[in-house]
């Protein structure tokens, strides 16, 4: 099943942009996140959002993403 990611365009303190799911409670404003659209697992979520920005300070959100790759979602 595929699921909906996005990141947060500002970077945390350990200078990385987390990725998140929906409804995660930590998810930023919606004016701060940049859509990575559907996508199997957080980490192939990531390895969008490298290629696409070109960045690699990227990483899964410990909220959301750990939750739904547990669960085989």
Do not use: W
């Amino acid at each position: 099943m595929l699921t909906y990611y996005f990141y947060n365009q500002n970077i945390n303190a350990e200078g990385n942009h987390q990725v998140h799911a929906p409804d995660c409670s930590r998810s930023p404003e919606a004016e701060d996140t940049i859509a990575l659209g559907m996508h199997a697992n957080c980490e192939e979520a990531i390895r969008y959002a490298e290629a696409f920005t070109g960045k690699t300070n990227f990483d899964s959100c410990t909220c959301c993403c750990v939750i739904l790759e547990k669960s085989g979602v």
